[in-house]
């Protein structure tokens, strides 16, 4: 008998971190304000890049100091500081003190379970969000917390960790390519955020991929670890979810702003984010509608196997229960049985016996019940 090799079935799972569940909680009675990192530390040491760029040209400058501070910025150009790292909560502080930025502001950005949002206030528009991406080599969905504030002629950003999706921004800052250059400084924070919303349609379109590939099985050879890896499915659909419905608001937030440092010149290019928000949503609705039958689809294979089975059996019963019959009669311990006296008594039995049998599958073969 030849052994079914072992199924190797990508599982998915969300990476821990942003989540909440582990690493640092903040502190119950904590005063309104507190600075406390919430998350889990995935960096050594807190990086600090800033670029400078107008229609002219660009400059990029590695690891600066926290302490020069609001001193980066020019006000004859863009100027986009990017934070890898919030764990470290006096940094953060030194950051507020420096660009003016509210201390309620400051506790959202170091607590990484911050549901992603949009307030305005009189300097800076402050934005949360989640970035995902899709981790090919350990099939896990990343999940990393994000913080934008927009200020008169800067962007700052803030990560968890060194790895972003924001090259891309990068490129057409330092090729010119695009409009970027030329915009302001609204522009460069919709671009990190249409950057993060377009890896969603990759996380989303690799997760749809992945549920297709197990809904086709479940309905070819379902397995009893598919029902595990549905569940993780499940996890990785509802992670996607939390993070994509409150950005749908955020940027809708952002399209009805009357704040000064959101130009109207960049109004239609947030409407067309709020767009692939919509559209994200309507795919991660849909996949989850689809994990929400695997389950069903998954037991009522299993039934109908099973019943396959049974009713081969039934079959094979129903064709054995006549001969039996016959064998257990012939197999009496009477002495006046006069077929026992036959010459070919034995031959006869075994005639009559293959003809019901015969008569008994043709039967069942024409009902189609075989």
Request: charged share 25%; glycine share 8%.
């Amino acid at each position: 008998m030849k052994t079914r090799p072992p199924r190797q079935s990508p599982r998915i799972r969300v990476a821990a971190g942003s989540s909440g569940i582990r690493g640092k909680r903040i502190r119950p009675g904590s005063f309104p304000g507190a600075v406390v990192f919430v998350g889990e530390q995935r960096l050594a040491k807190v990086q600090i890049d800033v670029i400078h760029y107008d229609g002219d040209g660009w400059s990029e400058q590695l690891d600066v100091s926290a302490r020069s501070g609001a001193d980066v910025v020019r006000q004859d150009s863009i100027t986009w500081m990017n934070v890898s790292g919030v764990h470290d909560v006096d940094l953060v502080e030194r950051l507020g003190e420096c660009f003016g930025i509210h201390p309620m502001t400051l506790e959202d950005i170091a607590n990484t379970t911050q549901r992603p949002k949009v307030e305005e206030f009189p300097d800076y528009v402050f934005m949360v969000l989640k970035m995902i991406a899709f981790n090919e080599d350990t099939k896990t969905i990343d999940v990393e917390h994000v913080s934008v504030i927009l200020g008169d002629h800067f962007v700052i950003s803030f990560l968890e960790d060194d790895g972003d999706v924001f090259d891309g921004v990068r490129d057409r800052i330092r090729a010119a390519s695009g409009r970027i250059r030329w915009m302001q400084a609204d522009y460069l924070a919709y671009s990190l955020l249409d950057a993060v919303v377009d890896h969603y349609f990759l996380a989303v379109e690799r997760m749809g991929d992945i549920i297709e590939e197990v809904d086709d099985r479940l309905l070819e050879d379902p397995h009893p670890g598919d029902i595990k890896e549905i569940h993780g499915l499940k996890r990785g659909i509802l992670s996607l979810r939390k993070a994509v419905w409150p950005i749908r608001e955020e940027v809708a937030m952002i399209c009805k702003s009357e704040s000064k440092l959101l130009s109207a010149d960049c109004r239609v290019f947030w409407r067309d984010l709020y767009d692939h928000c919509i559209q994200i949503i309507d795919l991660v609705e849909t996949h989850r509608d689809i994990l929400g039958g695997m389950h069903d689809t998954y037991l009522s294979t299993l039934s109908h196997r099973m019943n396959e089975v049974m009713k081969v059996l039934t079959i094979i019963s129903t064709i054995f229960i006549p001969l039996t019959f016959i064998a257990g009669v012939y197999g009496m311990n009477f002495k006046e049985m006069p077929e026992l006296e036959w010459r070919g008594g034995y031959y006869s039995v075994w005639a009559v016996m293959l003809v019901i049998s015969a008569s008994l599958y043709l039967f069942f073969r024409r009902k189609q019940w075989l």
